[in-house]
């Protein structure tokens, strides 16, 4: 039998993809399998309807301040799940994208396609901003491009997380295509 180890934990919310109106609680419950693996529960549910969802998560060694790198090559790779703790700084270097660590829900738990979507939708709504120049509008028109490409599954990029606090974490459909290293203290500046 499985255990909890630590309360329930609850924390962020983003709108309810089913009514809109309601908000998403996240719940993580952390379990102690018998084999000493342990195992991630992650559970939304609307606080306005009915919808609500669990994903289960190996929760096995990334637990550790570390970079981890994550080569994608290919539409199946897109499918790899991630989790950006709010201390994980994320990157795509090939297209010149970040979040920078803090509570930004968007980009909290989801595969690596949602986090393009989230990308072209932020992108597209700096399209729209009046004070760019040309030039800088035609380098957006090209970050943009390639990163539909990427969205098909037909730019190679690398996805890159770096957490100096430890909990971030990607689960590759391919596990040869994942790297991991772990940070020094002494770079933790
Ligand atoms: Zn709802």
């Known amino acids: 039998m499985s255990k909890f180890i630590s309360e329930p934990e609850e924390e962020f919310s983003f709108n309810c993809p089913s009514c809109k109106d309601g908000h998403l609680k996240i719940i993580k419950n952390l379990y102690d399998l018998p084999d000493k693996d342990k195992m991630l529960i992650i559970k939304f549910e609307c606080d306005n309807c009915n919808y609500h969802q669990n994903d289960i998560i190996p929760y096995t060694t990334r637990i550790e301040p570390g970079k981890l790198t994550l080569k994608i090559t290919n539409e199946e790779d897109l499918k790899s799940?991630?989790?950006?703790?709010?201390?994980?700084?994320?990157?795509?270097?090939?297209?010149?994208?970040?979040?920078?660590?803090?509570?930004?829900?968007?980009?909290?738990?989801?595969?690596?396609?949602?986090?393009?979507?989230?990308?072209?939708?932020?992108?597209?709504?700096?399209?729209?901003?009046?004070?760019?120049?040309?030039?800088?509008?035609?380098?957006?028109?090209?970050?943009?491009?390639?990163?539909?490409?990427?969205?098909?599954?037909?730019?190679?990029?690398?996805?890159?997380?770096?957490?100096?606090?430890?909990?971030?974490?990607?689960?590759?459909?391919?596990?040869?295509?994942?790297?991991?290293?772990?940070?020094?203290i002494s770079d933790n500046v």
Not at 99 to 121: D, H
Not at 135 to 153: H, M, P, R, S
């Open 81 to 184: 799940k991630v989790y950006r703790s709010p201390t994980g700084k994320l990157e795509i270097p090939e297209l010149e994208l970040s979040v920078e660590p803090g509570p930004s829900a968007k980009f909290y738990y989801t595969n690596i396609q949602g986090i393009l979507f989230r990308f072209e939708n932020a992108i597209e709504i700096h399209l729209n901003n009046e004070e760019l120049s040309k030039d800088e509008k035609l380098e957006v028109v090209k970050i943009l491009n390639n990163l539909k490409e990427a969205i098909n599954g037909n730019y190679p990029f690398t996805l890159i997380i770096e957490d100096h606090s430890g909990g971030s974490y990607i689960i590759p459909t391919d596990d040869s295509k994942l790297s991991y290293t772990k940070l020094n």
